[in-house]
């Protein structure tokens, strides 16, 4: 199983970027997927995830409106589209999958999720 993240970098506050990750896990529908971030100093924290089939997404608050989370079943990926960046979104950003029973539900817990990506980097200037 491997998880590589991609579209990490440098912006200017109030721009945009879109990370993805791909995902060798079979089959991709049997698996939930995340985002979280881990800014310097501090502890992992969720970003958005996804449910089996798409049927449920989550956001943590402070991403909520400004973030979406994807996913393409064709090409086994997953997307974050990242827009009005602020400096506090950055961190580096991992993708995480987790085998889920439901396909309803999407967790929150870090513990949860058996599968991780080395991450990538997301700095946001002000």
């Known amino acids: 199983v491997q998880l590589v993240e991609s579209g990490g970098g440098l912006v200017q506050a109030g721009g945009s970027l879109r990370l993805s990750c791909a995902a060798s896990?079979?089959?991709?529908?049997?698996?939930?997927m995340a985002w979280f971030r881990r800014a310097p100093g501090n502890e992992r924290e969720f970003v958005a995830g996804i449910s089996r089939y798409s049927s449920a997404t989550e956001y943590a608050d402070s991403v909520k409106d400004r973030f979406t989370i994807s996913r393409d079943y064709n090409d086994n990926m997953v997307f974050l589209q990242m827009s009005s960046l602020k400096p506090e979104d950055t961190a580096v950003y991992y993708c995480?999958?987790?085998?889920?029973?439901?396909?309803?539900?999407?967790?929150?817990?870090?513990?949860?999720?058996?599968?991780w990506g080395q991450g990538t980097q997301v700095t946001v200037s002000s």
């Open positions: 896990v079979h089959p991709f529908s049997d698996y939930a």
């Open positions: 995480a999958a987790e085998r889920a029973q439901s396909h309803r539900t999407v967790s929150r817990t870090p513990a949860n999720y058996g599968y």
